[in-house]
């Protein structure tokens, strides 16, 4: 009933307990409480060293950039630093991250379609590897910023409409996000226009949980239509398995389209940046729940001691999961896990045969490492659950649960 080919590397079942790293989770629960957020520490190494090997095996000039958006930790940062990725930041807040992780401001790009002054400023005076232009705004803002040129791409719309979630397309002419294809070129006008900018090459990103690797195929083939350049960051997207029914392309399968589709149409010397954010982290990541209360009604309500305030894909993209329950029960039951918090739509699966729950049962949500921390909220005054790192047998905590006197420490009582 549990299928481990979704859960991370390390995960292990020894008798009816999942272990992950060689930790047990109801130590790790007993240990930091839950709601608890559990990283396999080897299971992210090798998944960064898997992408960076599958980019410079076929193309030495590449670049893996962990999207921070997606897990915004300085520790899950420093990790894949340490194993050769640089970073995306699409803002001060996290620029500011993945400068506390010690990772080489080189090897950053800054996104945003919205950036203000200080976003720029601060990551032209950290020396940024490149800031990406996104709008004319950005283009005026840069010169206005800079005291010398600015390594700068261009993000460009490659009128892709990616096949996944209508929330995560990002790729179209109508997109808010990068030039629409029919105005590139008076951009890069406008750019080379402007000494304080050094325009090396373009930026595109499809969307995200992009299953069809033909689509990136088709990104490059759009980015090849427009004058070329000597680099090329071509965003993140990869998708990743969350049932285990579902069925995904390798990182290698996905490096070796993009390599090949890049060596067809441009010179074998071009710089390829890749930025996956959900492909590094998803599946190195679970939650873990405890049951508070199970109703038994029309439907079986089990319900966790989290929910919506610590995973918002659920009801944002209507992302499906499969949680499961661990207990020592013989029997099976079809129930909807339910969060805690006061929404209908705040409910983590329907219709999932699962370990007949009971009170004080651990939940294991998995696959919950991309978009689910990042997103986090105090709803309900719920209080941000904790980042524990396993491996090795050792658990070490990454981030400490919030406090309610923190939840407070920002109300300026009168
Ligand atoms: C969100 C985003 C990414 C990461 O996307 P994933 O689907 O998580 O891989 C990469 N680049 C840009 C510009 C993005 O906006």
């Given amino acids: 009933m549990i299928d481990l080919g979704i ?38 190494r090798s998944r960064a060293r898997e992408y960076v ?21 300085a520790s899950v940062i420093k990790v894949l630093s340490q194993e050769g990725c640089g970073v995306d930041v699409a803002s001060r807040g996290e620029l500011e991250i993945a400068l506390a992780a010690g990772s080489a401001p080189s090897r950053m790009v800054l996104h945003g379609n919205a950036k203000r002054d200080s976003d720029i400023s601060e990551a032209i005076g950290a020396g ?29 719309s490659p009128s892709v409409a990616a096949s996944t979630h209508s929330a995560m397309i990002t790729g179209q002419d109508s997109s808010k996000f990068g ?60 998708g990743v398995r969350y049932l285990s029914s579902d069925v995904v392309p390798s990182v290698d399968d996905y490096a070796e389209c993009l390599v090949k589709a890049m060596h067809r149409y441009f010179d074998q010397n071009v710089q390829i940046m890749v930025e996956p954010g959900r492909s590094m982290i998803a599946k190195q990541v679970v939650t873990v729940y405890q ?24 009801s944002l993209y209507g992302q499906p999961f499969e949680p499961a329950v661990f207990n020592h029960a013989d029997q099976t039951e079809l129930v909807d896990i339910v969060g805690q918090h006061c929404e209908s739509g705040d409910t983590l699966v329907r219709d999932i045969l699962v ?14 490492g991309a978009y689910c921390y990042t997103m986090r909220n105090n709803y309900n005054a719920a209080l941000a659950a904790p980042i524990v790192f396993c491996g090795g047998s050792q658990s070490r905590l990454a981030v400490r649960r919030q406090t309610y006197e923190e939840l407070l420490a920002r109300e300026v009582l009168s």
Avoid: W
């Fill in 7 to 44: 859960y991370p590397g390390t995960a292990e079942l020894s008798g009816d307990m999942l272990s992950i790293g060689g930790c047990r989770i109801d130590e790790l629960a007993e240990e930091y409480g839950t709601p608890l957020i559990v990283v396999d520490e080897e299971a992210l």
């Fill in 53 to 73: 090997n599958a980019f410079k095996s076929r193309h030495e000039r590449s670049e893996v950039l962990f999207a921070a958006k997606s897990f915004p930790s």
């Fill in 128 to 156: 940024v590897g490149y800031v990406v232009i996104d709008n004319l705004d950005d283009v005026e803002r840069i010169s206005r910023l800079a005291s010398k040129p600015v390594p700068a791409l261009l993000r460009v």
């Fill in 179 to 238: 030039i629409p294809s029919y105005q590139v070129a008076d951009a890069i006008a406008a750019i080379r226009r402007e000494p304080l900018i050094d325009l090396k090459g373009l930026h595109a990103h499809i969307g995200s949980q992009v299953l069809d690797l033909d689509q990136f195929e088709a990104e490059v083939e759009a980015l090849a239509q427009y004058e070329h350049f000597e680099v090329y960051d071509l965003g993140g997207g990869l």
């Fill in 291 to 314: 049951v508070v209360t199970v109703k038994r009604s029309e439907r079986v309500h089990v319900a966790v001691d989290g929910g919506m305030s610590d995973n918002l894909e659920v």
């Fill in 355 to 368: 370990r007949k729950p009971s009170v004080g049962d651990l939940v294991v949500n998995p696959v919950t």
